[in-house]
């Protein structure tokens, strides 16, 4: 409505409001023909959901759930959706009528979803009078004084209750609300007659309906925490019965009857529910809506288990009782001007009995009346006769009219519930018992097994539990987590496989960079973008740990006399390669701290200790170093990437690697091997000179990070380096009694933390690539033709 007078600078806020507002349950929602529109009877296929229970709750997600495109099954044990809210058509002679056996008031219409709904579809809400006449046990009105004072007196008694709890505080979670009120009653209240006892009991009867449960069970601390939640505007009955509202919910919603779930498992793949006869149900995500009474019960086996704080919050949580007997007369004969009546009882135990009738003469289409039945009497009514029902209240009813001249006839139908023996239900509605708290509601709530099992039902709402407003609004609210969840996981799915998909570029780029160092001390190598010459600017810093190297394995050394194949030694050395452990760690630091970190006197030691305590940085994996670094590494790559392949401009001497493009994309690495007769190992110490693949060097003089002495059988090949390159390393190749000892931390071997080592000297790398290197890991991948005539790839 308002759409054309937003500046196109909000109107992305507005969209953002507006997607928001929707798939949250706030707007949009029900069965308006617009509505409608966006709901298809077969999923879009995002996602598979399985929803166990067609009640408010489970149909009104499942509607929600294939507005979003997702694919819904609904599993329901009984014949009919609805649940616990069960409009009966009643008829007999030539009256048909319905009757709500189940949830029947709209409490409040205020933002009440139910009553949008009802709206909608035109459905028409009649307002409950607040008119409520009590009679007495000979069927005499109360009188209207006696009444007024007694209700005024229960109402005081639960602003007592009110400040008791208050100033006992957590000890009040251990008091039940029916021990106060009784306790109050006998020491404030004046001496009572056995009328105004009736009637103080009466309304003891009228919490117990309100709550669905004993005030003896009723915790003083919380019990009526939800109040301040309560819908505004008038408690209404929708005209027609409340199962007109589920039948539109049900419309175009796969639902299959008669499925009794018997086990629900879930875990990182999905879910499956398992029902009756060992049918399963798998799908990606499940919602249970089954009422408190069931996961009470243990009915429904979850594999895993359900964590325990879940089913601590099932067990401390309340679940109450309300029976109903629905009677069907061939005519009116309570009258047209009142809703409700109330009737006393003199037992307490049985002050819940047929203590309440309600009129639904103005909206079952015919004269339907209906006695309610709270509290303890509620529980004894389950195994009550029916007959027996019927007859005590048509006694009531009798004593009632009959004094007045009416005749009271007999029902031409009757329908009496057991709402607690009905294995979907075992009971009505939830309350918040001793020992419990609003949190427990909370905790119902929650979903487990990373997003895949979700929970709704009146039960799982802090705000509206008891009501179907509640149930309704907590399938909602379920459908808009279970879309959360689905989007974080199809996002952090991409996320993944981009990652996956690009890991082998970003960790080859990162090893190409680390070639060429800009700056180098111990077991650190840094790179930085030299055009930024912002002492502030970021560097990456890499840490090069090495481990102990492997004994060569005895036994199997060759002979002195034994021919040596170019295929043979390069093997060899592969087998050296394959023996070192080497890890690598980054992070990074400012231009600045790299200086500073070069200048700590003490060795790798203490720069490593002056890294981490003194500037307080960890070190990290590749995958680790997050989005900031991408950003340096990717202005390294592309200020690199300006400058031209430097040659060198000199022939390099006999034995010398020749100079090639860093960029080239095969990394390949070549070395000469000296020779100075014909025979490969005719010397102990020839010298092999190593020059790194691109290096802006070019000189006569070879410049080596390392002594390496390669031993073969009783041969060997000296690498011969330059005094600050690090310690000497000893290679024994297949056999040899020489001992290899530990390789010292240094640039020169260096390797990621789950790949096959590389061997450096100077810039220059050789790296086995046969042991199956990740995209991370060896710097370059030399070919396997070792040509001892002069030159090894």
Same mark, same amino acid.
Request: charged share 20%; proline share 5%.
């Given at each position: 409505?308002?759409?054309?007078?937003?500046?196109?600078?909000?109107?992305?806020?507005?969209?953002?409001?507006?997607?928001?507002?929707?798939?949250?349950?706030?707007?949009?929602?029900?069965?308006?023909?617009?509505? =409608?529109?966006?709901?298809?009877?077969?999923?879009?296929?995002?996602? *598979?959901?399985?929803?166990?229970?067609?009640?408010?709750?489970?149909?009104?997600?499942?509607?929600?759930?294939?507005?979003?495109?997702?694919?819904?099954?609904?599993?329901?044990?009984? =014949?009919? #959706?609805?649940?616990?809210?069960?409009?009966?058509?009643?008829?007999?002679?030539?009256?048909?009528?319905?009757?709500?056996?189940?949830?029947?008031?709209?409490?409040?219409?205020?933002?009440?979803?139910?009553?949008?709904?009802? $709206?909608?579809?035109?459905?028409?809400?009649?307002?409950?009078?607040?008119?409520?006449?009590?009679?007495?046990?000979?069927?005499? !009105?109360?009188?209207?004084?006696?009444?007024? =004072?007694?209700?005024?007196?229960?109402?005081?008694?639960?602003?007592?209750?009110?400040?008791?709890?208050?100033?006992?505080?957590?000890?009040?979670?251990?008091?039940?609300?029916?021990?106060?009120?009784?306790?109050?009653?006998?020491?404030?209240?004046?001496?009572?007659?056995?009328?105004?006892? +009736?009637?103080?009991?009466?309304?003891?009867?009228?919490?117990?309906?309100?709550?669905?449960?004993?005030?003896?069970?009723?915790?003083?601390?919380?019990?009526?925490?939800?109040?301040?939640?309560?819908?505004?505007?008038?408690?209404?009955?929708?005209?027609?019965?409340?199962?007109?509202?589920?039948?539109?919910?049900?419309?175009?919603?796969?639902?299959?009857?008669?499925?009794?779930?018997?086990?629900?498992?879930?875990?990182?793949?999905?879910?499956?529910?398992?029902?009756?006869?060992? @049918?399963?149900?798998?799908?990606?995500?499940?919602?249970?809506?089954?009422?408190?009474?069931?996961?009470?019960?243990?009915?429904?086996?979850?594999? %895993?288990?359900?964590?325990?704080?879940?089913?601590?919050?099932?067990?401390?949580?309340?679940?109450?009782?309300?029976?109903?007997?629905?009677?069907?007369?061939?005519?009116?004969?309570?009258?047209?001007?009142?809703?409700?009546?109330?009737?006393?009882?003199?037992?307490?135990?049985?002050?819940?009995?047929?203590?309440?009738?309600?009129?639904?003469?103005?909206?079952?289409?015919?004269?339907?009346?209906?006695?309610?039945?709270?509290?303890?009497?509620?529980? +004894?009514?389950?195994?009550?006769? %029916?007959?027996?029902?019927?007859?005590?209240?048509?006694?009531?009813?009798?004593?009632?009219?009959?004094?007045?001249?009416?005749?009271?006839?007999?029902?031409?139908?009757?329908?009496?519930?057991?709402?607690?023996?009905?294995?979907?239900?075992?009971? *009505?509605?939830?309350?918040?018992?001793?020992?419990? +708290?609003?949190?427990?509601?909370?905790?119902?709530?929650?979903?487990?097994?990373?997003?895949?099992?979700?929970?709704?039902?009146?039960?799982?709402?802090?705000?509206? %539990?008891?009501?179907?407003?509640?149930?309704?609004?907590?399938?909602?609210?379920?459908?808009?987590?279970?879309?959360?969840?689905?989007?974080?996981?199809?996002?952090?799915?991409?996320?993944?496989?981009?990652?996956?998909?690009?890991?082998?570029?970003?960790?080859?780029?990162?090893?190409?960079?680390?070639?060429?160092?800009?700056?180098?001390?111990?077991?650190?190598?840094?790179?930085?973008?030299?055009?930024?010459?912002?002492? =502030?600017?970021?560097?990456?810093?890499?840490?090069?740990?090495?481990?102990?190297?492997?004994?060569?394995?005895?036994?199997?050394?060759?002979? #002195?006399?034994?021919?040596?194949?170019?295929?043979?030694?390069?093997?060899?050395? @592969?087998?050296?390669?394959?023996?070192?452990?080497? !890890?690598?760690?980054?992070?990074?630091? *400012?231009?600045?701290?790299?200086?500073?970190?070069?200048?700590?006197?003490?060795?790798?030691?203490? $720069?490593?200790?002056?890294?981490?305590?003194?500037?307080?940085?960890?070190?990290?994996?590749? /995958?680790?170093?997050?989005?900031?670094?991408?950003?340096?590494?990717?202005?390294?790559?592309?200020?690199? *990437?300006?400058?031209?392949?430097?040659?060198?401009?000199?022939?390099?001497?006999?034995?010398?690697?020749?100079?090639?493009?860093?960029?080239?994309?095969?990394?390949?690495? /070549?070395?000469?091997?000296?020779?100075?007769?014909?025979?490969?190992?005719?010397?102990?110490?020839?010298?092999?000179?190593?020059?790194?693949?691109?290096?802006?060097?070019?000189?006569?003089?070879?410049?080596?990070?390392?002594?390496?002495?390669?031993?073969?059988?009783?041969?060997?090949?000296?690498?011969?380096?330059?005094?600050?390159?690090?310690?000497?390393? /000893?290679?024994?190749?297949?056999?040899?009694?020489?001992?290899?000892?530990?390789?010292?931390?240094?640039?020169?071997?260096?390797?990621?933390?789950?790949?096959?080592?590389?061997?450096?000297?100077?810039?220059?790398?050789?790296?086995?690539?046969?042991?199956?290197?990740?995209?991370?890991?060896?710097?370059?991948?030399?070919?396997?033709?070792?040509?001892?005539?002069?030159?090894?790839?």
């Amino acid at each position: 409505m308002f759409l054309d007078v937003v500046p196109s600078h909000c109107v992305k806020l507005l969209d953002s409001a507006y997607k928001y507002l929707v798939s949250h349950g706030y707007i949009n929602f029900g069965v308006a023909p617009n509505v =409608k529109d966006r709901i298809f009877s077969e999923g879009g296929g995002k996602l *598979s959901v399985v929803v166990v229970g067609a009640g408010l709750s489970g149909l009104a997600a499942a509607r929600q759930l294939m507005s979003f495109g997702y694919k819904v099954t609904v599993l329901e044990g009984r =014949k009919r #959706p609805g649940g616990r809210v069960y409009t009966k058509k009643m008829e007999g002679g030539n009256r048909v009528a319905a009757a709500d056996l189940g949830g029947s008031v709209l409490t409040g219409t205020h933002g009440n979803p139910l009553g949008i709904l009802a $709206r909608q579809l035109s459905y028409p809400l009649h307002k409950i009078r607040d008119k409520c006449p009590l009679y007495r046990l000979d069927g005499k !009105l109360v009188d209207a004084g006696v009444d007024a =004072k007694v209700e005024v007196a229960f109402n005081q008694l639960l602003d007592k209750a009110s400040q008791l709890r208050q100033l006992m505080g957590e000890v009040s979670q251990d008091v039940s609300l029916g021990a106060a009120l009784e306790t109050f009653w006998q020491v404030d209240g004046s001496p009572a007659n056995p009328e105004e006892m +009736s009637l103080f009991n009466w309304h003891l009867a009228n919490l117990e309906y309100a709550n669905a449960g004993l005030l003896s069970r009723l915790s003083l601390a919380f019990w009526d925490q939800d109040d301040p939640y309560d819908m505004g505007g008038d408690h209404c009955f929708l005209q027609g019965g409340n199962g007109r509202l589920v039948q539109a919910l049900a419309e175009n919603v796969s639902i299959q009857y008669e499925k009794t779930v018997n086990a629900i498992r879930y875990g990182s793949d999905g879910v499956q529910v398992v029902v009756n006869g060992g @049918q399963v149900f798998e799908g990606d995500v499940a919602l249970c809506t089954v009422p408190l009474g069931v996961l009470k019960s243990g009915s429904i086996k979850f594999t %895993p288990e359900l964590p325990q704080r879940k089913l601590d919050g099932i067990k401390r949580l309340g679940f109450g009782l309300l029976n109903k007997v629905a009677m069907l007369f061939p005519h009116l004969f309570w009258g047209t001007d009142l809703d409700m009546f109330g009737h006393l009882s003199e037992d307490p135990s049985r002050r819940g009995e047929f203590f309440l009738f309600y009129s639904y003469a103005t909206v079952a289409g015919g004269p339907v009346l209906m006695a309610l039945v709270a509290g303890e009497a509620a529980h +004894s009514f389950e195994s009550m006769p %029916p007959t027996d029902a019927v007859t005590r209240i048509l006694q009531i009813l009798r004593g009632i009219y009959e004094p007045q001249g009416i005749e009271v006839p007999e029902p031409i139908q009757t329908v009496c519930t057991r709402w607690g023996s009905d294995p979907f239900s075992l009971g *009505s509605y939830s309350n918040v018992a001793v020992g419990s +708290s609003g949190d427990d509601y909370d905790i119902l709530a929650e979903s487990v097994g990373d997003g895949r099992l979700f929970f709704a039902g009146e039960a799982t709402t802090r705000r509206y %539990p008891a009501t179907m407003h509640g149930a309704f609004l907590s399938g909602l609210r379920e459908a808009a987590n279970i879309a959360h969840y689905a989007t974080n996981r199809a996002s952090q799915a991409k996320v993944e496989k981009k990652s996956s998909k690009n890991s082998h570029s970003c960790a080859t780029l990162l090893a190409d960079l680390f070639r060429e160092p800009d700056l180098e001390f111990g077991s650190f190598s840094v790179i930085y973008t030299k055009k930024n010459a912002d002492d =502030k600017s970021m560097a990456v810093l890499r840490v090069v740990f090495s481990g102990p190297v492997k004994k060569a394995q005895e036994g199997s050394g060759s002979r #002195p006399d034994q021919q040596h194949s170019n295929n043979l030694l390069f093997q060899q050395l @592969q087998s050296h390669f394959n023996q070192q452990q080497e !890890l690598h760690v980054y992070t990074l630091l *400012s231009r600045e701290q790299v200086f500073e970190l070069r200048e700590v006197k003490g060795g790798d030691e203490m $720069r490593l200790n002056y890294l981490c305590e003194k500037l307080g940085v960890k070190l990290v994996g590749r /995958k680790g170093l997050g989005p900031a670094a991408d950003d340096v590494i990717s202005s390294i790559k592309a200020e690199r *990437s300006k400058r031209k392949p430097a040659l060198t401009s000199s022939t390099p001497k006999s034995g010398t690697l020749k100079p090639k493009s860093v960029m080239k994309q095969k990394l390949v690495r /070549k070395a000469k091997i000296l020779r100075s007769n014909n025979s490969p190992f005719s010397s102990v110490n020839k010298e092999m000179v190593v020059k790194a693949d691109g290096s802006n060097e070019s000189s006569s003089t070879p410049q080596l990070n390392h002594n390496v002495e390669v031993k073969v059988g009783s041969s060997s090949f000296a690498f011969n380096g330059s005094p600050g390159g690090g310690g000497p390393v /000893k290679l024994v190749v297949n056999g040899g009694n020489d001992s290899v000892p530990s390789v010292s931390m240094g640039p020169g071997l260096i390797t990621d933390a789950n790949c096959s080592p590389s061997l450096s000297v100077g810039s220059g790398v050789i790296s086995d690539n046969m042991q199956g290197v990740s995209a991370h890991d060896g710097d370059l991948v030399p070919t396997s033709n070792a040509k001892l005539d002069g030159e090894m790839q």
